[in-house]
């Protein structure tokens, strides 16, 4: 579900079926990340993720088109590190800040709060968009399939 927010900023919530430990290991370490970093139609070895979690640690990724072959690469600096609460970083080349809640809802799932800031117009089209729900899908059926593995 997409959320209103200002101009250069974009929301989305996603209910996990996993808890929320669960949830915030899948998106904050390589070996997870390399399971679904990305949209449909994309693949990130996990050679190409950095992950210093810790506040001015680097976070990168380089994306690879499953088509082209063409790679994407991302390279960001961790702000706020509050294990299983809340994680953010600020993108180096654009300055996009992403926050990421995660809401612990009582019953074995979990809410996550993405939240971008200062996104440049190309970023917000509606493909871009489109391509950010698909990885948020992917990390969505991902971390459920963890937590069944886990029971």
């Keep these: 579900m997409t ?6 900023d974009f929301t989305v919530r996603h209910v996990h079926q ?5 949830v915030f290991t899948c998106l904050t370490t390589p070996e997870h990340l390399a399971e679904f970093w ?5 693949h990130t070895p996990l050679r190409n ?37 809340f994680v953010s ?6 300055g996009v800040l992403s ?4 809401v612990d ?5 979990t809410e996550v709060l993405t939240t971008q800031r200062g996104l440049p117009a190309w970023m917000r089209t509606p493909e871009a968009r489109a391509g950010w ?7 969505a059926a991902y971390t459920a399939a963890q937590a069944r593995r886990n029971t």
Excluded at 58 to 82: H, I, L, P
Excluded at 89 to 94: G, L, N
Excluded at 133 to 138: H, I, N, P, Y
Aim: net charge negative; charged share 25%.
């Design 49 to 85: 993720i950095v992950v210093d979690l810790r506040p001015g640690g680097a976070f990168e990724t380089t994306m690879v088109n499953d088509g082209s072959g063409e790679t994407y690469t991302m390279r960001a600096v961790y702000v706020e590190v509050d294990p299983p609460r």
């Design 89 to 94: 970083w600020r993108e180096v080349e654009s």
């Design 133 to 139: 729900g698909t990885a948020l899908d992917r990390a």
């Design 3 to 8: 959320i209103p927010s200002a101009e250069g």
């Design 38 to 42: 990305g949209p449909t139609g994309t």
């Design 105 to 109: 809802l009582g019953d074995g799932t």
């Design 18 to 22: 996993a808890p929320r430990h669960l």
């Design 99 to 102: 926050e990421v809640t995660f």
